[in-house]
């Protein structure tokens, strides 16, 4: 029986070719194309910097576990081995729970929640159900890819509900942005879970590593989104304000936001 460490112990494995351009990477455009998520940790806290500075905790976590998810995920397609599949779901698991945890509009709290406390009642939701859904990672691995992306219609639905409360032309682009990385992104994902033997036969099975950098992508435009309601919400005696790096004129950007005072609803 092959150990949990062992190379091509996953009960996945992805369209692309093992072994193919070197003897110790199994997928190595799946495992290279995490280089994005390296990249996004660091940009996210530099340029959103005036919101770390009175924002340090959230900012910090999410960034640092955003990289996590590029490590356990290079792992796992380096590896191919259980014990990297589990590391590679369950980072993301805990990075949606974090951002939920830190970031849920408290409007959208349950009704039942009580009066008082309700953050504290929130944050011991959040974390209990994460830990059920780590515990039910380990019985079946392979599923929980599935439900980790359903999450998103979650976060559209949301974004949407927001949407609907700011007049601002620029959030509303940046949320289109956003949702259009998302689709290529998704649809990457499935073309290359579903239709692996269609790019097989072209000779191209390279999906999932455009999942890995289109998602990247995604949340580049999420999280300074994320960022902007959040000051709406909780930072009352500021403005918050979309920029883009390293100005609008160039013809490839990255959002991310400023502060202004005084506040003015958005």
Known sequence: MPSIFSYQSA?????????????????????????????????????????RQHRALPMYIVSGLLFCVGIFSTYFHMTLSYVGQLLDELSILWTLAVAYSFWYPRIYFPRWFPLSGNEKQFFWLSGVTTVVSTLMSFIKP???????????????????RELKKCNDKRVHRMAAVMVLWWVLAISSWISDRWLCGLWQAINFPYFHSFWHVLIAMSLLYCCPLVIYFDVNYEMPSFKPKLEYWPSDSWPVVVPYVALEEPHKQC
Do not use: K, M
């Open 142 to 160: 392979a599923f929980n890819a599935y439900v980790l992306n359903c999450i998103a219609f979650h976060l559209l639905y949301l974004t949407w």
């Open 11 to 51: 009960e996945v494995d992805w369209c692309e070719g093992n072994f193919e351009r070197s003897a110790v990477i199994a997928e190595y455009y799946n495992t290279i194309s995490n280089v994005s998520f390296f990249v996004l940790s660091p940009a996210l806290l530099y340029l959103n910097r005036q919101y």
